[in-house]
């Protein structure tokens, strides 16, 4: 199908994009990479009266090191992000979620914001963002505020972003020493949503004490989920098998997913917990072998 009619608007810098978002946020939908919001609008999913092309608007693409953060605009494509090689030296957890993502054709294309914005319950960027404790910065005419990935996904393709907010960009905590990190997930064929996947983190100190660890999944509910407790329960002791398997076994314990045409919640269930512990195994054996210890 061709999308309904709209009103296309080109706007060249931040400021005038938040102008337009102002006056027409309620009517309006940001156009980022369009590999979302393109067959939204052929299916006439979505209606939007205006069009807001964020393709040519300065300072919202590229990645810095700021105060301990990788600072990445949120018109950064996803493709820029797999290839840095300071994303892979600094924050490895998203470099290796990257390739993930769809088809290369795809992130050529897909940014970083758009799949953040758009918030599938299946995607592997929010819950990497969350396992990491990023921040999300939203920004509008009103002025800018930053938010957690608690308080940012809020259910199945629904954000906390205001009509007439922009994400600007997303800032993960560099890595520190001796830490390592994992995700895995298992889709029904390289290139789909995951069925589920598990971001892990692991930070030991010199005499391989756990001292921070950090679990996320996707794909087991509407928004990234953050297993506190279970990751807290790995803190204070020298990581090991029998803890990885606990951890994946409270994991699955208090989910409840979704059956669909690809899963059934039983079989969610136990690929959280399998994946769980082979993340937290394989973070574990990357932070014993950190090469900036
Ligand atoms: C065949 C196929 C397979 C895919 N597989 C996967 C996969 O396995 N995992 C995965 O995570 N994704 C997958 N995707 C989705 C892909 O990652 C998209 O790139 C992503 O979801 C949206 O990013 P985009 O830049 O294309 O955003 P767009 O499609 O342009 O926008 C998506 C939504 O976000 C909003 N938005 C975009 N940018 C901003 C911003 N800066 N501020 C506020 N709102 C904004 C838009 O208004 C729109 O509502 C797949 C897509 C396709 C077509």
Redesign the pocket.
């Known amino acids: 199908m061709k999308p309904p009619r709209f009103d296309y608007v080109n706007p060249r810098s931040i400021d005038e994009a938040l102008g337009v978002l102002a006056q027409h946020g309620d009517e309006a ?11 939204l609008l052929s299916f006439r999913l979505v209606r939007p009266a205006y069009l807001v092309d ?1 393709n040519d608007v300065g300072g ?1 693409a590229g990645m810095r090191l700021h105060d301990g953060h990788l600072a990445i605009g ?2 950064t494509r ?1 493709r820029a992000v797999e290839t840095s090689s300071l994303v892979r030296e600094r924050c490895p957890l998203l470099a290796e979620a990257m390739p ?4 290369v054709q ?1 992130r050529n ?3 970083i ?3 953040l ?2 918030a ?1 319950p ?4 929010p819950a990497v963002v969350a396992a990491l404790d990023g921040e999300l910065v939203l920004r509008s005419a009103r002025g800018q505020r930053v938010l957690k990935p608690e308080q940012f996904f809020v259910s199945y393709l629904t954000t906390a ?1 205001a009509p007439d ?4 960009e997303v800032r993960v905590p560099v890595a520190p020493p001796r830490t390592g990190s994992a995700f895995l997930e298992v ?1 029904r064929r390289h ?4 069925l589920v996947g598990v971001a892990a983190t692991v930070t030991l100190d010199g005499a391989g004490v756990c001292t921070a660890a950090a679990i996320a999944l996707t794909g087991v509910g509407p928004t990234p989920l953050l297993a506190r407790d279970a990751a807290r329960a790995l803190v204070g002791h020298r990581p090991a098998p029998a803890a990885f398997e606990e951890a994946g076994r409270r994991v699955a314990e208090r989910l409840q997913p979704d059956s669909d045409l690809h899963a059934s919640s039983d079989y969610r269930r136990q690929l959280a917990h399998v994946l769980t512990r082979r993340a937290l195994a394989r973070a574990a054996e990357r932070a014993a072998t950190d090469a900036r210890r």
């Open positions: 939908k940001v156009l980022a990479g369009g590999q979302s919001l393109v067959p964020l919202l949120a018109m996803q993930q993502i769809g088809h795809i294309r897909g940014t914001g758009g799949s914005a758009h599938d299946a995607s592997e960027l972003a907010e922009l994400l600007v889709s290139g789909d949503f995951a």
